[in-house]
């Protein structure tokens, strides 16, 4: 009698090992996964939720499963991202279009103040100015200062002081 060999699938994004099925093999984000590596890994996971169940009924987990858990987990990332850097690179060759990584919080967040700057009306006068007569009103107006310039400052400088102030008030309640 054979002995009968899973298949798997990694999922391209997550990285997460799933049973072979017909129905998530057709999907484009799946692709095949070794078996033996699959096994590695799923065995791998178990030991560590083992460990740590039986650890954390007592007072604590120890220093030293702490440690090694930090340790494979870090190995671990290392793997799933040369994995997954393989995966999508096949895949692309396979010509299946591949989703890109989502993006971390301080990605989206820097998306966001620069769409932000971009679409600041006052931005937008700014950059339109042509006379430093024109860049005085505008701060003596906004701030209520005077600007306090070196003599042969030009235009840009004077553009660049009143940009730096109007973007510094447009965040000035979210960078605390």
């Given amino acids: ?9 990694v999922q391209s994004g997550t990285g997460r090992i799933y049973i072979f099925s017909k129905e998530l093999a057709n999907r484009k984000d799946m692709a095949e996964f070794d078996p033996d590596r ?6 791998r996971k178990k030991r560590h939720l083992e460990d740590l169940q039986n650890e954390n009924r007592t007072a604590g987990i120890s220093k030293e ?23 999508k690179k096949q895949l692309k060759e396979e010509g ?22 971009d679409n ?13 007569d024109e860049v005085e009103e505008y701060i003596a107006i ?4 005077e600007l306090d310039m070196p ?9 660049e ?3 730096n102030r109007r973007i510094n008030r447009l965040f000035e309640s979210t960078d605390k």
């Fill in 1 to 9: 009698m054979a002995i009968k060999t899973n298949k798997y699938l």
């Fill in 38 to 43: 699959a096994k590695i890994r799923i065995e």
């Fill in 120 to 132: 600041d009306p006052d931005i937008q006068k700014i950059e339109a100015m042509t006379s430093i």
């Fill in 65 to 87: 499963i702490l440690d090694t858990v930090a340790e494979e987990t870090a190995i671990d990332k290392q793997i799933e991202a040369i994995e997954m850097a393989n995966l």
């Fill in 142 to 145: 906004e701030f209520g200062e």
């Fill in 96 to 117: 299946v279009e591949v989703e890109p990584d989502p993006k971390t919080e301080e990605e989206l967040e820097q998306e966001a103040r620069e769409q932000a700057i």
């Fill in 161 to 163: 002081e009143a940009l």
């Fill in 151 to 159: 003599d042969d400052a030009d235009l840009d400088t004077y553009k």
